[in-house]
Structures are given as C-alpha cells and as structure tokens.
C-alpha cells in the first residue's frame, strides 16, 4: 500500500470549513484513498473514501486531484466535536485480492485537528 | 445495537506479569482485527482472525504476544511477560465481511495498558 504525507496539526474556527490535505504521490491504479478520524479515548471511525471522483456523504468530501497524487478532506461546518485526529490511508479497495491478508488498515500519524470557539 | 466492546479499558500491570485483553466484537461480524497504538501515533495491525481462523499475524511483535478466538466470537491477546514498551492502547476492530473491508471495520474503545 502507498504511504501517505499529512501536516501533523491543524486549527480551525467552529462553523468554517475544515480542508484536511493529504500527499500520495505513489499511490497506484487500483488504490483507494480512505480517510478515518479518531476523537480522543475512542477507536478509529471510517468517514470516506474514493478512487478518482470527488466524493460526498453526510460527515464530509473528498477532493481527489487528477492526478490523483493528493486529495483533500473537507469538514463544511466544523463543529468542535470535529475536534480529531484525521487519518488519511491508501490501499486496494474492495475485499482483499490475498485471502489471507484481510482488510487491515496502514495508519500514518494522521492530522491532529482543533476546532476553536 | 451493541458496538466492538472490549475490556478492561484501563490495565496497569508490573514489568513481567501477564495480561490477558477482551474483544467483544459485534454479532455476526466474521472478521477480526487487533491494533497496538503507541502514545503519539497511529494503530498498527496485529493480527487478523476470520472466524476462529488466525490468518495473519505479522504484525505481532514478539512471540510474548498471543491471540486467539476459538469460537469465532470473542478474542483474547494475551502478552506473556510483559515489558515497559507493550505500554500502549490495543485497538479491536470487527467487520462483517469476510476479509474485512477497510470501510465497514468498526472499531472498539481500546484497552489502554500501562506496564511499570
């Protein structure tokens, strides 16, 4: 699975827009770029993810370049219980092509997110 | 409905004392994962179970780590011996599909360790 590049820490004002950058430069045709979110003292929580079209559900969108080099996660309205660290990972989508290797996931240290008052 | 439980949520063992950490995962789910995170970083596999089938267990540090879940159900991670750096939090995450897929694992609270 392709590694991924993310700024360690990032604020925002409640009610903005939170953009969450992310770099896979060597990300490869058949890898899906995934994002997670983990509040504090909580497990890991799936939020999105995408192949090469932009995609949008009810927690955010995902912005994904051309070139599908980086992608963005956007937050429209952040609210301070988007306070997180937000985990942006690459890998094969769908069941695993190895039997035995099963979905596991290949976190990075991810964005610490604030959201401020 | 109930999601991944796991218990204790907190453990403080003394350096060399065994440990023993709960997966309750959610009903029916066939895949199973654990997850080992240091303070400051992301989680990192473990091991995989698919049903009470061990099939990956790479990402066990040592072979003072043990997992099982013999009846397809609950898990259990059993550290022998432990040392200052198995001090960390041990995720659980269940999914209903066979292999797990990245979208549908759902994760439980963690069981923070600690080990003096």
């Known amino acids: 699975d392709a590694k991924t590049t993310q700024p360690p820490s990032m604020d925002c004002a409640e009610g903005r827009a939170a953009n969450l950058p992310c770099n896979h430069s060597?990300?490869?045709?058949?890898?899906?770029v995934y994002w997670y979110r983990q509040i504090h003292s909580q497990g890991p929580q799936y939020i999105i993810h995408g192949l090469k079209n932009n995609e949008t559900n009810e927690m955010a969108s995902l912005i994904i370049t051309e070139d599908r080099k980086s992608s963005t996660l956007i937050l429209p309205h952040a609210t301070l219980r988007d306070t997180a660290v937000y985990y942006c990972i690459v890998r094969v989508g769908g069941p695993p092509l190895i039997y035995n290797q099963g979905g596991k996931l290949i976190f990075g240290q991810g964005t610490e997110l604030s959201v401020k008052p | 409905g109930a999601g991944v439980s796991q218990s204790p949520r907190y453990k403080v063992a003394k350096r060399g004392q065994d440990v023993a950490l709960r997966c309750d995962p959610i009903s029916g789910h066939v895949s199973l994962f654990w997850y080992q995170q240091a303070l400051g970083q992301g989680p990192e596999f473990l091991t995989y179970?698919?049903?009470?089938?061990?099939?990956?267990k790479s990402g066990l540090p040592s072979d003072r780590f043990f997992a099982e879940r013999p009846e397809g159900s609950v898990s259990t991670l059993k550290i022998q011996r432990t040392q200052q750096e198995d001090s960390a939090v041990y995720l659980c995450?269940?999914?209903?599909?066979?292999?797990?897929?990245?979208?549908?694992?759902?994760f439980g609270p963690g069981t923070r360790l600690l080990v003096l």
């Open positions: 060597t990300i490869s045709g058949n890898e899906y």
């Open positions: 179970f698919q049903n009470e089938a061990q099939l990956d």
């Open positions: 995450a269940s999914s209903y599909q066979a292999g797990g897929g990245p979208k549908t694992q759902y």
